[in-house]
């Protein structure tokens, strides 16, 4: 399923349970690229957009296709695992855009932290990372089962845990897990997680 898809999906089954924050809430989508996910999706249906990724040329890119569409956005240029910018308790609803997968070791540690920190109390965190073993013969080479770790020039630089070990992890983050999906692919699965502060 397209991550689009899988997007929608997510949003209308938050709804349906009645997660889903009210319109013009705040929502911050990690990882946000060039802002046509998530932040995309969100704004369009009236939601307050805050984005952010460590490349400069995303949030440009996402400034830019907001601006193009007549669309407010706020995008920042950051780290996940540190976001002093954002006050505690800022965000009704965190969206992950595929970025913890992208997070080694207490990195992970971190930003699951600050998430914790920004979120309201009883507001929704949604997960949406690449999980488990890769499934091509290259990036499984490149892959140590251990760690979880894919490895290009010999560092690691993707987390691939079992969709239950991500679950793990929210836990003593100070998250209560309220659903969970495996989307299977022919490359890699793909989890999403949804839990509450």
Same mark, same amino acid.
């Given at each position: 399923m397209p991550q689009a898809a899988v997007i929608r999906t997510t *949003?209308?089954? *938050?709804?349906?349970?009645?997660? *889903?924050?009210? *319109?013009?809430?705040?929502?911050?989508?990690?990882?946000? +690229?060039? +802002?046509?996910?998530?932040?995309y999706l969100m704004a369009k249906r009236g939601f307050e957009i805050h984005g952010i990724d460590i490349s400069h040329v995303a949030i440009d890119w996402a400034r830019e296709r907001f601006a193009q569409e007549n669309i407010i956005g706020n995008?920042?240029? +950051?780290?996940v695992r540190s976001m002093p910018f954002f006050s505690n308790c800022f965000f009704d609803l965190v969206f992950d855009g595929s970025c913890l997968h992208c997070l080694i070791g207490e990195g992970r540690d971190r930003c699951l932290r600050e998430v914790r920190r920004i979120l309201r109390p009883r507001g929704v965190f949604v997960v949406s990372s690449m999980c488990g073993a890769p499934k091509s013969e290259d990036a499984l080479r490149h892959f140590d089962p251990a760690t979880g770790h894919l490895r290009k020039d010999g560092k690691p630089y993707r987390t691939l845990k079992a969709k239950e070990s991500i679950e793990a992890e929210l836990?003593?983050? +100070?998250?209560?897990l309220v659903c969970s999906s495996l989307n299977v692919n022919p490359w890699w699965d793909h989890a999403t997680i949804v839990c509450t502060h």
């Open positions: *949003l209308m089954w *938050l709804e349906a349970v009645q997660l *889903l924050p009210p *319109l013009l809430a705040r929502m911050l989508e990690l990882g946000c +690229g060039n +802002g046509m996910s998530s932040s995008f920042h240029h +950051g780290d836990s003593p983050a +100070g998250f209560r």
